[in-house]
């Protein structure tokens, strides 16, 4: 949800990164973690995300989320999200990701241009990193598509970040 929460602590803290190349359409990744009983990956894409470590900066927050998820340094940051965006976690998944400390995550949102190659892009992490894989493949998509592209849970928070950001992609075309 996008809606004010009183207790910040509940949510974890997370950055964003609507990557857009030169068509305007946003960079999305289909995540690795789809369970086995859905059938296809329809609504399992996503934007790149993550956590804030304690006292960073959310820029260098985003920046360091990008490279680790899709090996991405080619990038100009082009504004964020006015305030914490929020979702909650569906009540079966709470008890079982971040060890039932979070009910969901507090987001901002960054537009970022991708200014590289796509021959950059690489969602298998670096080797002697600790870096988890979060995506099987990844695509350009048009804005207009993306949040119906997600897991219903996040579907408020994307028609969010779409509505703060968007006028980067139009820009762009």
């Given at each position: 949800?996008?809606?004010?929460?009183?207790?910040?602590?509940?949510?974890?803290?997370?950055?964003?990164?609507?990557?857009?190349?030169?068509?305007?359409?946003?960079w999305?990744?289909?995540?690795?973690?789809i369970?086995?009983?859905?059938?296809?990956?329809?609504?399992?894409?996503?934007?790149?995300?993550?956590?804030?470590?304690?006292?960073?900066?959310?820029?260098?927050?985003?920046?360091?989320?990008?490279?680790?998820?899709?090996?991405?340094?080619?990038?100009?940051?082009?504004?964020?999200?006015?305030?914490?965006?929020?979702?909650?976690?569906?009540?079966?998944?709470?008890?079982?990701?971040?060890?039932?400390?979070?009910?969901?995550?507090?987001?901002?949102?960054?537009?970022v241009?991708?200014?590289?190659?796509?021959?950059?892009?690489?969602?298998?992490?670096p080797?002697?990193?600790?870096?988890?894989?979060?995506?099987?493949?990844?695509?350009?998509?048009?804005?207009?598509?993306?949040?119906d592209?997600?897991?219903?849970?996040?579907?408020?928070?994307?028609?969010?970040?779409?509505?703060?950001?968007?006028?980067?992609?139009?820009?762009?075309?």
């Open positions: 949800m996008s809606e004010f929460k009183k207790n910040f602590e509940d949510y974890r803290p997370c950055v964003g990164a609507m990557i857009i190349n030169k068509k305007g359409h946003i999305m990744g289909l995540r690795v973690d369970p086995e009983n859905v059938e296809g990956p329809g609504n399992w894409w996503q934007m790149p995300q993550g956590g804030v470590d304690p006292g960073e900066n959310l820029e260098v927050a985003v920046v360091r989320e990008l490279f680790e998820e899709t090996g991405i340094k080619s990038i100009e940051i082009l504004g964020r999200t006015r305030d914490w965006l929020y979702y909650d976690l569906p009540s079966d998944l709470q008890n079982n990701i971040w060890s039932g400390k979070y009910k969901g995550q507090k987001q901002i949102w960054f537009a241009r991708f200014t590289g190659n796509e021959s950059e892009i690489n969602i298998d992490p080797k002697g990193l600790n870096y988890k894989k979060e995506f099987l493949a990844w695509k350009w998509m048009p804005i207009y598509q993306i949040a592209s997600v897991v219903p849970f996040k579907h408020d928070l994307y028609v969010q970040v779409v509505k703060q950001l968007k006028v980067y992609a139009l820009s762009i075309k």
